[in-house]
């Protein structure tokens, strides 16, 4: 069955440190890839995507993310990390083949230090 | 532009009782997605509708129906509801059914007791 895996389940930084949070996701076919993030209070929103084309997505706030085919990974990254972006952050996968499905994983919660 | 919005906020239920959640998409979008999402965990993709029919399904048993009208807007109906069932229902809409482009809405807050 499909699955996404996010390894990282609690994240604390201090402002201004880099962040790369992960992504797997087990599927064979075709997928378009997602990160969406969920601010304290808030909707769940889309960050990135990637449907096809250069592998390195950049999405808003800074955020950006990399397809790596042959690994099955979509990480997001943040050079520079600010205290606004103390959030929740879930990678999600959409698949046609079949039936449409998207599969969300269990998500990271990121804590950033002021 | 409205956004996506869902009736009601919360709801407490009764092992065994039926539910309706309903919810209006974002003005020009006519794809509705529902999802779970248990504390603790991501959305769990439940089905999507598109122009009024079921376009897509995930793990969840048939007591697990919905419903979407001519202008859009969709119901997710649970019948005899169990305990497990207590959690956030998110609706998202979409423009089309290959766009992905989900706009969330704030989802019900369902308890089961």
């Given at each position: ?114 | ?7 009601p906020?919360h709801l407490i239920k ?5 539910v309706?959640l ?14 779970q ?39 997710l109906?649970v019948?005899?509801l169990?305990?497990?069932d207590s959690a956030l229902y ?17 989802g019900t807050r369902l308890t089961v007791?």
């Amino acid at each position: 069955a499909q699955s996404v895996s996010q390894h990282n389940h609690h994240v604390i930084l201090s402002e201004a440190a880099s962040l790369e949070l992960g992504c797997n996701y087990s599927y064979g076919g075709t997928v378009n890839l997602f990160w969406y993030v969920q601010y304290p209070g808030q909707h769940l929103q889309l960050l990135l995507k990637y449907f096809s084309g250069d592998p390195l997505v950049k999405g808003i706030k800074g955020f950006e993310a990399e397809f790596i085919k042959s690994k099955f990974s979509f990480n997001l990254r943040k050079p520079s990390v600010q205290w606004s972006d103390t959030a929740e952050y879930f990678c999600a996968v959409s698949t046609t083949s079949g039936t449409y499905k998207y599969i969300f994983g269990t998500g990271t919660r990121l804590k950033v230090l002021a | 532009e409205t956004g996506v919005t869902q009736s009601p906020t919360h709801l407490i239920k009764t092992r065994g009782q039926q539910v309706t959640l309903r919810c209006s998409s974002q003005s020009g979008h006519n794809t509705v997605s529902w999802y779970q999402q248990a504390l603790g965990q991501g959305p769990q993709f439940i089905f999507q509708y598109y122009r009024e029919e079921e376009n897509g399904r995930g793990n969840f048993p048939p007591r697990f129906s919905g419903l979407q009208f001519p202008n859009y807007s969709s119901e997710l109906n649970v019948n005899a509801l169990e305990l497990d069932d207590s959690a956030l229902y998110l609706c998202a809409s979409s423009w089309d059914s290959n766009s992905y482009e989900q706009y969330f809405g704030p989802g019900t807050r369902l308890t089961v007791t």
